[in-house]
């Protein structure tokens, strides 16, 4: 090979290093910063393809994707000084890439230490303002509200990363509290019980009074529904009676003998005495007579 050929390769090879190190993509997951001599030329470096100066600008990539970070379980104390044991996880992600950079060097590991330092900072005053019913189920949701809001305002300003979301994944209580709680739980739940037999009861009874109302207004319209029409069926049976017996006196008189008849010797060991003559016995002597 001669010696302008060889210069003509090496001379390729370095125009390709140097178009390597002039090209660099950033894709839609990452962001980024440029560097001109380790100071911050571009802050915040779009999506897609640039251009650099070989050896005196760098970048430096970040993951621009929602982060998780897994809190270590630490001890809190609630207003009324009782230990629990709360592990949580946070979910975060970069917002400023310029501070973030200045905050932690662009060390993920750095930025998650001081986000979990600031975490437990914020759960310990959370739970010291809060009883430990409400931090178990009363104003859970509440305190991880509160708990993202204050945590942004620090973190967007000192770190240039924002706190998407706060959770805990778990409380747990010593052996002496938790027999407290579940004491208190099984007083409550036996206190709610109580009331909703007691309102129970009372509509139980307020049904009842009002069914016997009825029942009595009922048996009323009844009853008066059925003397109205007996009244009525004698009052018909009467005319009809007495239309009938007006048109024979004498045998309307001897109906009514023969049932008195039937009514004074219905039993066998009936006794009257009376004259025969009498005006009772007067239709047997008639019968006699004949």
Known sequence: MTPRAM??????VVVILLGAQSVYIITEIERAVLLRLGKVVNPDVSTGLHW????????RRFDGRILT??????????????????DSYAKWRIVDVTRYYTATS???????RL?????????????????????????????????????NRI??????????????????????????????????????????????????????AEADRQRVVIE???YSQAEKIRGEGDARAASIYAEAFGQSPEFYSF???????????????????????????????????K
Do not use: C, W
């Open 52 to 59: 650099k100066i070989p050896f005196v600008d760098q970048v």
């Open 106 to 112: 662009g060390d993920q590991e750095r930025a998650e």
């Open 7 to 12: 210069f003509s390769l090496v001379a390729l």
């Open 220 to 222: 009323a319209n009844a």
């Open 255 to 289: 109906i009514r003998s023969l049932n008195a008849y039937k009514e004074t010797f219905s039993g066998r060991e009936d006794l009257i005495l009376l004259d025969p003559k009498s005006d009772f016995f007067r239709y047997f002597n008639a019968l006699n007579k």
């Open 115 to 151: 986000l979990s330092q600031r975490i437990n900072e914020g759960l310990r005053n959370e739970f010291a303002t809060r009883s430990l019913q409400e931090v178990v189920s009363g104003e859970r949701d509440q305190l991880m509200v509160d708990l993202r809001a204050s945590l």
């Open 155 to 208: 973190m967007v300003e000192s770190m240039g990363v924002e706190v998407v979301d706060v959770r805990v994944k778990k409380i747990d209580l010593p052996d002496e509290v938790s027999e407290q709680v579940y004491k208190r739980m099984s007083a409550e739940r036996e206190r709610e019980a109580k009331e909703h037999r007691a309102i129970g009861n009372e509509q139980a009874e307020i049904i009842r």
């Open 69 to 86: 970070l897994e809190a270590r379980a630490e001890r809190f104390l609630t207003v009324e000084k009782k230990s629990t044991q709360v």
